[in-house]
């Protein structure tokens, strides 16, 4: 059982403005490249290429896409989200474990063919839950018209929903996500910073000091930016067997990561305070 007492229950049910989450952004090392040389003419060999290697890298996560672990795919990026739990921290290292098994079979399946492979970032921070997706429904409105008519049967008015493509299309949980922010800058930092070559960076916030012994890495690169800092291990091994002997233990929930996410005492605390109730914020 977690003692802390930043992973108290905040209340089941509750739905908070600002959550805490995690974020694994998956990087395609090279592919910029190979059309730069082909002076992005997809006609070319080298950019048939560079076309056939991102088909494998969509068909690679999109099999990984389940009920527990959430993708969108951005070109030659992959985005794994979450909000974390503010009572169990094996939400927390159930993402990270399927993270790690995506970038393992990405990186399995491109070096296969000769490519260099991906980096993953994985980063926690702050999301504001402040943004909802609102799409017209006048296409869905229509469908159910024809139904109601009998000139549309059940079957194939489901078929068709299920292909409607809208004109504006967002991904509520990546936006005013600071985990997205702070992944994705230090993948762009690269090399720069010390996150060089298809290997995964975990953020050390997500875990104890010490990180746990079930968790292996073979360098701890300090980071920053201008308003975000922190220090990312480059993994090794992760020993899922080990962690699960133990419960987990060395891993942090939602309000323990907090805590660590801000400068400011009593993120926790405050983030408790931020309730939604319908589409208004409540103290």
Not at 9 to 16: D, E, I, Y
Not at 204 to 218: A, G, K, Q, T
């Amino acid at each position: 059982m977690e003692n802390s007492k930043t992973s108290q229950p905040s209340g089941r049910g509750r739905r908070h403005l600002v959550e805490v989450a995690v974020v694994g952004w998956i990087d395609l090392l090279g592919y910029g490249s190979m059309l730069r040389r082909a002076a992005f003419d997809p006609t070319v060999p080298e950019a048939i290429a560079a076309i056939e290697r991102l088909a494998l890298f969509h068909e690679t996560v999109n099999s990984a896409v389940s009920f527990r672990l959430h993708l969108a795919i951005l070109n030659d990026g992959a985005i794994a989200y979450l909000d974390l739990s503010p009572r169990s921290r094996s939400v927390t290292f159930d993402f990270v474990a399927q993270v790690v098994a995506l970038h393992q079979r990405v990186n399995e399946r491109d070096q296969g063919q000769g490519y260099p492979g991906a980096r993953t970032v994985i980063a926690a921070g702050f999301r504001h839950r402040g943004f909802k997706q609102d799409r017209p429904n006048f296409l869905a409105d229509n469908l159910v018209r024809r139904a109601k008519r009998g000139t549309l049967n059940a079957p194939e008015a489901v078929q068709k929903a299920l292909r409607l493509r809208h004109s504006a299309r967002t991904v509520p949980e990546l936006q005013a996500n600071f985990a997205f922010t702070r992944a994705y800058l230090a993948d762009q930092s690269g090399s720069r910073a010390g996150l060089a070559g298809p290997h995964l960076f975990l953020d050390l916030c997500l875990f104890e000091v010490p990180p746990p012994e079930w968790i292996h890495l073979d360098a701890t690169i300090p980071w920053s930016v201008e308003g975000m800092s922190t220090a990312f291990g480059r993994l090794a091994v992760l020993d899922r067997k080990a962690a699960g002997r133990v419960g987990h233990v060395g891993i942090r929930n939602a309000l323990e990561v907090a805590d660590g996410l801000s400068p400011h005492d009593g993120a926790a605390r405050r983030i408790r305070a931020l309730v939604l109730r319908g589409n208004s914020r409540a103290r």
